[in-house]
């Protein structure tokens, strides 16, 4: 059985920091590509950023500069650490697995950004 699990959310001022993690297990971890994504009250799911098996990043240009992408493929985990947070950053985020035709996601942990 998959499971994807994001831990690390919580509530943040302006210009804090927050890191994520998001454990998979059930899948050859580092044969996947690992993903993460947002989706805020009313709008679609967006890409923030992704890291490939091979470790090739690709960030959102909103996030570009404050969030890092990380993964560790003996703790079959992907970190993203966010700094210089923004309440436009407000939302649930979500982590994917992904290889070929198989997709796996989280249940999502909620950022709040306020003050």
């Known amino acids: 059985q998959v499971q994807v699990v994001e831990s690390g959310g919580g509530l943040v001022q302006p210009g804090g920091s927050l890191r994520l993690s998001c454990a998979a297990s059930g899948i050859a971890f580092r044969i996947y590509a690992m993903g993460w994504y947002r989706q805020a009250p009313g709008k679609q799911r967006d890409v923030v950023t992704t890291?490939?098996?091979?470790?090739?990043?690709d960030y959102a240009d909103s996030v570009k500069g404050r969030f890092t992408i990380s993964r560790d493929n003996a703790k079959n985990t992907v970190y993203l650490q966010m700094n210089s947070l923004k309440p436009e950053d407000t939302a649930v985020y979500y982590c994917?697995?992904?290889?070929?035709?198989?997709?796996?996601w989280g249940q999502g942990t909620q950022v709040t950004v306020s003050s």
């Open positions: 994917n697995a992904r290889r070929e035709f198989n997709s796996f």
């Open positions: 890291i490939s098996r091979d470790g090739l990043l």
